[in-house]
């Protein structure tokens, strides 16, 4: 037996006087009696596995008898043992029938000193009699595994030192207390890493020494079979009859536990699991893995585990491939990305590609792969002679999925369609946002009218649920309620919340919400439902990126640029790896336009507009780009390159056309579209898309109130401002979310009146709105992680605005506009600006124009020649290069 110290359950001295004994204070209390009184009578049994320090024990109670003058005998005698002499026995469960009752004898005995050691297995009869005498005289002690402060005070004995706490960690969770292996891994000198080569030498010997079918038990298990009699009665080649098969593995699990190789539940000791893993052959490791995947196939049970054992393994054949592609099966059920490394490994394995073809397609559009996911789905369309209708219409709904992501509705429409002709059905209710995207509309409304139905065969699951949902929202957006739509949309999303399924749409219920969301006013139920889907990560991996861009769109359209921009930054940094497909590249560049025009960039918006040309010739038009297309439409017009977007323009009007123009859709675009014939002075223009806003005023109220704010933009175009009913649309735009858009009608109305009471009250509406704007504040919420923390309003918190109440604006009694009440006399004036004057400094040094600078503040570029010529009078700049390195040291000492 191995020479280490034993083990107890209570809590260790630590002690290094315990010698030998250290960390197991129920043996040193048990020595601690013997050496205080050695003539007691005393008759003890020790149990415990190999290597729980049973002959440490004995070896120390011999000592401390035999140094009292006992006689101490350490073998079982032939005959009557001497009374007065003490009994110590080891290994006592290796001794025969005549030799056990010999020592029971002995043991009923009065006033006899002695103690047996054995192990817990095997317990024949007569060691199991041998242990009830010795029991009925004191209790035995039982030695098992070290705790944490047994293994700290065995380090301190064997190396001399107090260890870390991580490498007591460490050494306890890979031997699992076993003293005899605490031990030897200590005094190797290494607690981690590698297992040294000859402490690996010492436990194979340990391993070898056993019977041979608990050698092959220990084998399977460490290479992953499960604790399971299911499979390793088979695996193992024991018993199948009568259940005799369990019962014989049962004992070879306690002969291993006795043994010290497993722990009292049937696992592998970490430190040996290494060592077998090490030692086996591979072709022995092979053919054991193959054997065990073979047997969670035929039982039906999960194959993940032992697939991934087997992966890397070179085992080939139809039944290693028919392992792989039932893993890939249960991790694609799941949607696991491991399902596209499964399939690959089962065609290495042997299995005929095309028959795989459609299933990797769609494990490949989970994990966000839409160029295999393509490929493969092309695999099986250009063969479908030569596969069954069931692949043929999983890769054909598989590729509408993949072109609709990229923006080419129409054929992904077509490719719906097929699938319904060679299924022999109508197109599933997942086409329909696709058909009312290219304007089929009475096809749309068809396959909503006949959805809803038992698919025969099949029960109805939380995915057809969620699908006749979506569609029956998307068609209600177009021709019915816009309450409707957004509920059914939103319950759509939470139903796939709790199931898997989202990956395989066109589009996620969550972005589709969002966007009705946002046609209608609702940015706060918009961003919830986003902020869920970023939560459970609805529609894995490839939707991330788009529900990203529309809480930065939510964001843009409330004014909030410096989130919209930290929303933009973030999908762009993740798509240096993987580039984004082209519907989500359209919005991210209108985005990325509109910032800079909001923020009055023109450098960026001529450079973000390099994007934006490649991002329109990308994208062909449908319905849910309207609103990123009309804020293209405005910056074009800007940059005037109203060429580039004229026939995208000509499309969307002929697809809502096609659609009976829907209110929900088309007012944001006819907004857009008022909001370039500003920038031009288009007179014809602008009123032309006022009457459509009027027409489609009762659409929503997002659409009334810009119904009603667009004739007061053609007032200021013919210079005819109402104040008050100009505030009144401007707040009714706020109110909606539109607060840019509020601050910029009543700024620009402003510098249409001569009235200067007018003039202070709307340029102070419009100051208080664009605050407001500024104002717009994310709740953090958590968003999944592969990626790191979450941070309120940005890549990783999910924007849920919060618009502050403005109040009712009151003009200044005195005093110039916007400058805010006059000095008192002799106050200290903190700069040599006022602070209109450096908000102008600001923009200066920024290279914008005093028009820009105008627009940004609600003042006129007359107004902002007046100040700059005031600070470089101040500040005796003689030139505009030495006012720019002033304003520059100004406003560097006032950040400081």
Request: hydrophobic share 45%; with cysteine.
């Amino acid at each position: 037996m191995g020479a280490a110290a034993p083990a107890g359950t209570a809590p260790a001295t630590g002690a290094t006087g315990d010698g030998p004994l250290a960390g197991g204070p129920e043996s040193v209390a048990l020595l601690r009696a013997v050496t205080g009184d050695p003539a007691a009578p005393r008759a003890v049994a020790v149990s415990g596995p190999a290597g729980s320090g049973k002959t440490t024990v004995l070896r120390a109670l011999a000592a401390a008898w035999a140094g009292s003058g006992a006689e101490v005998v350490r073998t079982v005698p032939a005959g009557h043992p001497d009374p007065a002499a003490v009994l110590v026995v080891d290994d006592a469960h290796d001794l025969d029938a005549a030799g056990l009752d010999r020592l029971r004898a002995h043991a009923e005995e009065p006033g006899v000193r002695m103690v047996v050691a054995f192990r817990p297995w095997p317990r024949e009869r007569g060691l199991a009699r041998l242990g009830a005498t010795l029991a009925a005289s004191a209790p035995p002690l039982v030695l098992g595994a070290l705790t944490a402060a047994g293994v700290e005070a065995r380090a301190a004995r064997v190396t001399g030192r107090r260890i870390p706490d991580d490498d007591v960690r460490a050494v306890l969770e890979r031997t699992a207390g076993s003293p005899m292996l605490v031990d030897r891994l200590l005094a190797s000198g290494t607690t981690r890493g590698p297992v040294p080569a000859a402490l690996a030498e010492q436990i194979g010997y340990t391993v070898d020494s056993e019977d041979r079918r608990v050698v092959d038990l220990v084998v399977a298990t460490a290479l992953g079979a499960p604790s399971d009699g299911e499979v390793l009665v088979p695996l193992l080649g024991l018993s199948d009859g009568a259940g005799s098969g369990v019962d014989e593995l049962d004992e070879l699990v306690a002969r291993a536990v006795a043994a010290g190789l497993c722990t009292p539940d049937g696992r592998v000791v970490p430190l040996v699991a290494e060592v077998v893993r090490a030692r086996v052959a591979p072709a022995r490791r092979t053919e054991l893995r193959r054997s065990l995947a073979e047997i969670e196939l035929d039982r039906g049970g999960s194959v993940l585990a032992v697939a991934r054992l087997l992966r890397g393994s070179g085992a080939t054949g139809e039944r290693a491939a028919a392992v792989f592609a039932a893993a890939a099966a249960e991790a694609g059920r799941r949607e696991h990305p491991d399902a596209v490394r499964y399939y690959a490994d089962a065609v290495a394995a042997g299995a005929a590609p095309l028959t795989l073809a459609a299933r990797r397609s769609a494990a490949h559009l989970v994990a966000g792969d839409l160029d295999g996911a393509l490929a493969h789905a092309d695999e099986v369309l250009s063969a479908t002679d030569a596969v069954e209708p069931e692949d043929a219409v999983r890769a054909g709904a598989v590729a509408a999925a993949v072109l609709a992501r990229r923006g080419l509705l129409a054929r992904s429409a077509e490719l719906y369609r097929w699938t319904a002709a060679v299924g022999g059905e109508h197109p599933p209710a997942a086409a329909v946002p696709v058909l009312i995207g290219t304007g089929a509309l009475d096809e749309a409304a068809a396959v909503v009218g006949r959805a809803g139905g038992i698919v025969p065969g099949r029960a109805p699951t939380l995915v057809d649920g969620a699908d006749d949902l979506t569609a029956r929202g998307v068609l209600d957006s177009v021709q019915g309620s816009p309450t409707a739509a957004l509920s059914g949309l939103a319950r759509a999303a939470g139903l796939l919340e709790s199931a898997h399924g989202a990956a395989l749409l066109p589009d996620t219920p969550a972005a589709l919400a969002a966007l009705v969301a946002v046609h209608t006013g609702e940015f706060d139920v918009a961003s919830s439902v986003l902020g869920r889907a970023l939560r459970t990560g609805l529609g894995g991996p490839p939707a991330r990126s788009r529900h990203r861009l529309l809480l930065g769109w939510i964001a843009l359209l409330r004014g909030a640029t410096v989130p919209a921009a930290d929303w933009l930054a973030a999908v762009d940094e993740d798509s240096v790896e993987r580039p984004l497909e082209p519907r989500d590249e359209f919005l991210a560049a209108a985005l990325q336009v509109a910032i800079a025009r909001r923020n009055s960039d023109l450098g960026g918006l001529m450079r973000s507009w390099t994007r934006a040309r490649q991002a329109i010739v990308r994208h062909p038009v449908d319905l849910f780009v309207l609103q990123p297309l009309g804020e293209l439409v405005t910056a074009a017009t800007r940059l005037r390159e109203e060429s580039w977007v004229a026939p995208h323009l000509g499309e969307a009007t002929a697809l809502l056309d096609r659609l009976g123009r829907p209110a929900l859709w088309s007012a944001p675009l006819h907004w857009a579209r008022l909001q370039a014939a500003v920038l031009t002075d288009d007179v014809g223009t602008a009123r032309e898309q006022t009457a459509a806003l009027e027409g489609a005023a009762g659409g929503s109220r997002f659409a009334h109130a810009m119904a009603t704010a667009a004739p007061h933009w053609v007032g200021v175009l013919e210079n005819r401002v109402d104040p008050v009913a100009v505030e009144e649309a401007a707040r009714g735009l706020h109110a909606v979310g539109l607060s840019f858009d509020g601050g910029k009608l009543a700024g620009q109305a402003a510098l249409r009146t001569a009235d200067r009471k007018a003039v202070s009250t709307l340029l102070a509406c419009a100051r208080a709105l664009q605050a407001a704007a500024a104002d717009v504040r994310p709740a953090p919420t958590a968003e999944p992680a592969p990626d790191g923390p979450a941070e309120p309003g940005g890549p990783g918190g999910t924007a849920v605005p919060v618009v502050p109440e403005v109040p009712a604006t009151r003009a200044p009694q005195d005093g110039p506009v916007g400058n805010g009440p006059a000095p008192e006399a002799g106050a200290e004036q903190p700069s040599l600006l006022s602070d209109r004057e450096l908000e102008v400094a600001e923009l200066v040094v920024q290279g914008r124009t005093q028009k820009e600078i105008g627009e940004t503040l609600f003042i006129s570029a007359k107004t902002v020649e007046h100040h700059v010529a005031r600070m470089r009078q101040r500040l005796g700049a003689g030139s505009r290069s030495e006012l720019l390195d002033e304003l520059r040291r100004i406003l560097n000492d006032r950040r400081a």
